[in-house]
């Protein structure tokens, strides 16, 4: 570990943390409907939207109509990208002259970009033409983002409303995200891309000629106008297989900074934006204090892994960290960063390989999605997830007391701590559920690169990636296969909607109960003491939960490789 190392990362932290309040006030004038800056210009295009839909923004919805309407809109824009694939190769915008995506691959990829999650069987430049990146996975890089942060919206309206049955509207809120704040802060965010060297062309490929006289065909597209969005709405979808490590996709250890940035960026301005919608905002700095605690943890484990290297290197003489699998120019410190940042929100970017991580280095990653990407986590699924969470801490805390929990003025009762354990109980029951199946059918066993606890830990990680709707991947799977884009496809559903659906069902049951004031009983949900039950609450859910299977993978990786043994 270096100087410069540890700078970096503080330095990250820093201005994640200044980020909040400006991008909070941003999205509480969303959350509220009002007017902002660029109401005047992009007003008229929101009023022709909702007169050519049929849509009455001030209509309010119960959470049933909301879920309902939420999950139609969903499933059609699955059908519409599954049909674009499978057109692929009869529709234009293809220069490169790709034929059709086959049925078991056009649904996982249909499913993976519904459902936020990103995940790439497939190389995106040698599968993907540019109509299909534009029109059929890009689409959702905005959709299925403006789906997250409008659910985290009913959810808010939830905790914040007071004997009212209803929590919103899913179009009004979704439109507005995507138009005031998604499609503005893309569009300047693609403008740096351009100007860093990211291609930004309708043309497939271009022919280079090496310094060995050799030629090359370097592939080409719309790559920073992806790129934006993949990051801003934290999709990590990749325009090319190597993702963020892709000189194209991340091309100086200054895009690799505003990369990191960007994805945390939407998420901690959720937390801010919490507490500005419950009348108070040290519960939004409460909540983001304990998600930096979990964070900065995770990146000091990683770093120290990685800056330590391999060990059966060390006893053969060799010195210096684990640089396998990552990029020159961004180096250690970077990519370590970069792997906890990815995983503590669920964004599937990547610019290293972390297969290649140490076995420890590897396990945080993996860990932090097993938590439920609730550390800062993407746009709308962190913070509603990260309050099923508090909704049980303060469950165990109102026990401790002897009182009816209380959270934010809302009595917590039998129904909302059951909906919540539902929601946080579906990603164990996928993970460790279909983890299992893979690991004995032959299907499944014929995917690991590796044998021993490093191949458990490829699987293991595939679905923890998918149910958890990151997308990252341990790169040492090959999961373009009938059963696992099949069943990774299923684990992409489950991991996304019954997580949503319990949350808006909360949403609904809290905005019906009246407000209970604090009095000398209430149990503080703003302190420091609050903050430890927070994190202590995630971390012994996590770990009783998913304790075994990690002993099965990394920790058992881990033992070996100090003991001299290869996998």
Known sequence: MTVSGWALILLFVALTALLAKPMGLWLFALYEGRSTPLHRLLGPVERIFYRLAGIDPAEEQGWRRYALHMLLFNLVLLLFTYAVLRLQGVLPGNPQGFGAVGADGAFNA?????????????????????????????????????????????????????????????????????????????????LFMIASGVP??????????TLEGVKQTIALGPVASQEAIKMLGTNGGGFFNANSAHPFENPTALTNFVQMLSIFAIGVGLTWCFGKAVGDTRQGWAILSAMGLLFVAGVAVTYWQEAAGNPILHQLGAA???????????????????????????????????????ALGGLVPLFNMQLGEVVVGGVGAGIYGFLLFAILAVFVAGLMVGRTPEYVGKKIEAREVKLAVLAIAILPLVILGFTAIASVLPAGLAGPLNKGPHGFTEILYAFTSSAGNNGSAFAGLSAGTPFYNALLGIAMWLGRFFVIVPALAIAGSLAAKRHTPATSGSFPTTGGLWVGLLVG?????????????????????????????LF
Request: proline share 2%; with cysteine.
């Open 537 to 565: 609450v995630i971390l012994i859910l996590g770990g009783l939960t998913f304790l075994p299977s990690l002993a099965l993978g990394p920790v058992a990786d881990h033992l070996a490789v100090t003991g001299g043994q």
């Open 110 to 190: 249909a499913v993976s970009f519904t459902t936020n999650t990103n995940w790439q069987w497939f190389a995106g430049e040698t599968t993907m033409s540019n109509l299909s990146q534009m029109l059929g996975l890009t689409i959702h890089n905005f959709l299925s983002a403006a789906t997250g942060i409008a659910v985290a919206f009913a959810l808010f309206r939830g905790f914040a409303r007071r004997e009212i049955k209803t929590i919103g509207n899913f179009w009004a809120d979704t439109t507005r995200v995507t138009l005031y704040l998604l499609l503005p802060l893309c569009i300047a965010y693609a």
């Open 200 to 209: 930004q062309t309708l043309a497939g490929s271009v022919d280079a000629t």
């Open 320 to 358: 210096g960290g684990n640089m396998e699998g990552k990029e020159v120019r961004f180096g250690i410190a970077a990519s370590a960063l970069f792997s906890v940042v990815t995983t503590a929100a669920s964004c599937g970017a990547v610019n290293a390989m972390h297969d290649s991580f140490t």
